[in-house]
């Protein structure tokens, strides 16, 4: 016994320690009858969870286990918190926030050193099995999802409020009757779906299998519909609507797959790829299967005309969820969108026929005229999405508004992409950026407008969610003067409506100049035409949405229609400081703008 | 084949080989349990108690004589698994009818469902992952479970999975039992 004892490694008198914590507190939990017992069951077996993932760590690759940990840390939390009461959730969420930023660092501090980090799930490797890969563009959006999904699970625990409102009966006062049925600020079920949700999409940006990848956008979608319908009678609706779009565009994107998988015979990204190039055969499934997946994607991310739904979700849902289903959930789809295109689709496009083929390819002109109408969409998109923002009376829906907007600049790099034209005007002198460069700079950047926007729209999200709850209206009328009384939250508005707007210093800058260097290498000097368009628009309903808060002269009519302010506990007060540090944070991941173009020639196809 | 611990070649894509992607998939499960509580009253499982509607004697005796078959067909369906078709899927889909059944027969499983309702939605994800974090343990990948005991880890996880699809599909059933009532009460309130 002693003998078995002293041989032990560290790691593993780790894990004994870590299995007494979490079954003690796993029975202690089950047992306990008042909260306070089961608050601290709660924690003792969350630090057990936490040892238990360090000793693992310690035990295999460290990147390759955090890889899969990311997914199924939050997913076993969320499982659990299903079990626990209202206020131990809240704990939950706070030891996930803290096990995925532990798990998060080493993925991309291994990937930041040139280095993608694979984990055959199961030791099965593609195509037999599933293939989890985390290249530049998976660690930014990993990146992205850790800090803003952090600040908002910091924001939801200190103002309780924000995360929707229950249904609670109440036993009525005449004996016999039916109780009577109120709504509570304040919703329990807010952290096993957003802790799901979190699996969810980083099951997305860690996946190198088509079908998996369909799986995590079914998490995301699921339950970014059920954090909507959080939001009361009002998000009902708005939440069923969601529904059906999610509902048919993951249809049409699992089309595509069992297309893209009949035709290749991998659900491999990369090994579909390396087919689908040396294979023209494939090319009419894989063109199909494109068109299918881009247009089930388009509807996710809620490109113009598929905009409908996006309003009444992103503007009924409770204060902590819009900043996440603007910020992340709709990014889950543009990801997917971004790995189809540039990993997939594009470079077996460019291939230059073999002369004297007898039949050229089929997928060279259907990506063309695809991508052009994404680019057609998108310059429609910013237009609506702008002009209607600056009509809305209302601070939510004009946000909501304004990321339709945001949305239409993601697609127009497309043209760019399959352009096979573009290396021929490296000998115009025009410049001196060679054809992959090109693809590298316009992808680079609609990257960085993407994270860029993912930031500021929390932000601005978080802090239109706070009013509405201090004020009890979002109405821009009603609003009139109170960012007086709000200085950091006015500040957080205006760093990010910095963002919101591209202009220096923001990451969002960086990602339009380098989309212009990009556009006029290629010669699509439209791009930029359309940018400084956008950038007008977009400074016109930033300002639409920050001077009426500002405005101290409010007429005397006004004075008595004013809502009053509920009064903010200290925990509430303290919370202003998360949309604070986002606005911070947009101004500066201005200066990060190179490094995003190093971590994107990670694993990238050019 | 043999080397996954599973004979079936489907029960061996969708436990092994893609074990991951059905764990995902029982996870999709789970949180559209949790949506559907989440938007009842009391975000828990009231509507167990509410009252169902009188039904001729005839469903009982139907009930009495299918009810221990259906049983009997679920489990069978999950012990097949391993060598023809069936599985988790199929059979918590048919244990789930079986709960349907019960409860429209005038059985009473409110209390039951009250009491183990959550952990029993819960408990197949938990414990997939749980085993799934044998790999790491052992120094290998996520889900491997290259070893001797490989088929009575992956029978616990499919038993307890099935379970929880069940529990899933049950919960789906009740929050959905009678949309109109949870509406028309909050209408008169």
Not at chain 1, 67 to 77: H, M, Q, S
Not at chain 1, 128 to 152: K, N, P
Not at chain 1, 273 to 283: E, F, K, S
Not at chain 1, 545 to 570: F, G, I
């Amino acid at each position: 016994m002693i003998d078995m004892l002293s041989t032990l490694t560290v790691p593993q008198w780790y894990l004994g320690l870590a299995a007494v914590l979490v079954a003690a507190g796993l029975i202690r939990m089950l047992l306990a009858a008042d909260h306070v017992a089961r608050l601290v069951a709660m924690n003792i077996l969350g630090s057990g969870t936490l040892l238990t993932l360090i000793a693992l760590a310690a035990r295999s690759e460290e990147a390759e286990f955090s890889l899969g940990a990311l997914v199924l840390a939050p997913l076993l939390i969320a499982a659990v918190a299903v079990l626990l009461p209202a206020p131990a959730r809240r704990g939950a969420g706070l030891v996930a926030t803290t096990t995925v930023a532990a798990l998060t660092w080493p993925v991309v501090t291994t990937v930041a050193t040139g280095q993608p980090v694979e984990l055959a799930v199961g030791g099965y490797d593609a195509p037999l099995g599933i293939t989890l890969r985390a290249d530049g563009l998976s660690a930014l959006f990993l990146l992205l999802t850790t800090v803003v999904g952090a600040l908002v699970t910091v924001y939801a625990v200190l103002v309780p409020a924000s995360t929707g409102q229950r249904l609670v009966s109440e036993a009525s006062s005449r004996s016999g009757d039916a109780p009577d049925l109120q709504w509570r600020p304040g919703h329990p079920a807010f952290w096993p779906l957003w802790l799901g949700c979190w699996s969810g999409l980083n099951a997305v940006f860690v996946s190198g299998d088509l079908f998996n990848t369909y799986v995590g956008l079914e998490v995301v979608g699921l339950t970014a519909v059920g954090l909507v319908a959080l939001g009361g009678r009002p998000a009902w609706r708005a939440a069923l609507r969601y529904l059906f779009v999610a509902v048919a565009g993951a249809m049409l994107f699992l089309v595509g797959v069992a297309l893209l998988v009949a035709a290749t015979g991998t659900l491999d990204i990369l090994q579909a790829g390396q087919v689908i190039q040396a294979d023209p055969g494939t090319h009419s499934a894989a063109a199909l299967a494109l068109v299918l997946m881009t247009v089930g994607l388009a509807m996710k991310v809620a490109l113009v005309p598929m905009h409908g739904w996006l309003i009444p979700a992103h503007s009924n849902a409770p204060g902590a969820v819009s900043p996440l289903l603007s910020a992340l959930v709709i990014k889950a789809s543009l990801f997917v969108l971004l790995r189809l295109w540039v990993w997939l689709a594009a470079p077996a496009a460019l291939i230059e026929p073999e002369p004297g083929a007898v039949e050229s390819s089929v997928l060279e002109p259907v990506t063309v005229a695809l991508s052009w109408g994404l680019a057609v969409l998108g310059v429609a998109a910013i237009l609506v999405g702008s002009l209607l923002a600056l009509r809305q009376n209302r601070l939510k829906p004009l946000i909501a508004y304004s990321t339709v907007a945001q949305a239409g600049y993601w697609f127009l790099f497309f043209p760019i992409l399959v352009d096979r034209e573009s290396d021929l005007l490296e000998e115009q002198a025009v410049t001196t950026l060679t054809d992959d460069a090109v693809i590298a700079a316009a992808t680079t950047g609609t990257v960085a407008l993407v994270l860029g926007h993912g930031l500021s729209k929390t932000a601005v999200f978080l802090v239109a969610g706070h009013l509405k709850h201090v004020y009890g209206t979002d109405e821009l009328a009603r609003l009139r003067g109170v960012g007086v009384r709000h200085p950091r939250l006015m500040m957080a508005l205006g760093l990010a409506g910095v963002g919101l707007a591209g202009v220096p210093f923001s990451l969002a800058f960086s990602g339009k100049w380098e989309l212009a260097t990009a556009a006029v290498s290629s010669g699509d000097m439209w791009i930029v035409g359309v940018m400084v368009l956008a950038t007008l628009l977009s400074a016109g309903y930033v300002l639409r949405m920050v001077s009426p808060l500002l405005r101290t002269d409010a007429p005397s009519e006004d004075e008595e229609e004013r809502v009053p302010a509920q009064p903010q506990t200290r925990r509430e007060r303290a919370a202003q400081l998360v949309p604070f540090t986002l606005g911070g944070l947009t101004v500066l991941t201005g200066f990060t703008g190179f490094w995003v173009a190093d971590m994107m020639e990670v694993g990238a196809p050019w | 084949m043999p080397a996954a611990g599973l004979e079936h070649d489907v029960s061996a894509v969708l436990l092994a080989f893609r074990g991951y992607d059905t764990l995902l998939e029982s996870a999709v499960l789970l949180l559209a349990g949790v949506v559907v509580l989440s938007l009842g009253r009391d975000g828990g499982l009231n509507q167990v108690s509410d009252p169902q509607p009188e039904l001729p004697s005839i469903l009982n005796y139907f009930t009495r004589l299918t009810a221990p078959l259906l049983l009997l067909l679920g489990l069978w369906l999950l012990f097949a698994g391993s060598s023809t078709s069936g599985g988790a899927f199929q059979s918590g889909a048919i244990l789930a009818g079986l709960m349907i059944l019960l409860r429209t027969a005038g059985v009473n499983v409110a209390a039951f469902t009250r009491t183990w309702g959550l952990p029993l939605l819960v408990v197949g994800v938990i414990v997939f992952i749980l085993a799934g974090a044998i790999g790491p343990l052992a120094g290998e990948a996520w889900l491997s479970w290259d070893m001797d005991a490989a088929f009575a880890v992956i029978l616990t996880v499919e038993v307890l999975l099935t379970i929880g699809i069940a529990t899933g599909l049950y919960v789906l059933y009740l929050g959905l039992s009678d949309p109109g009532r949870r509406i028309r009460e909050e209408a008169t309130s």
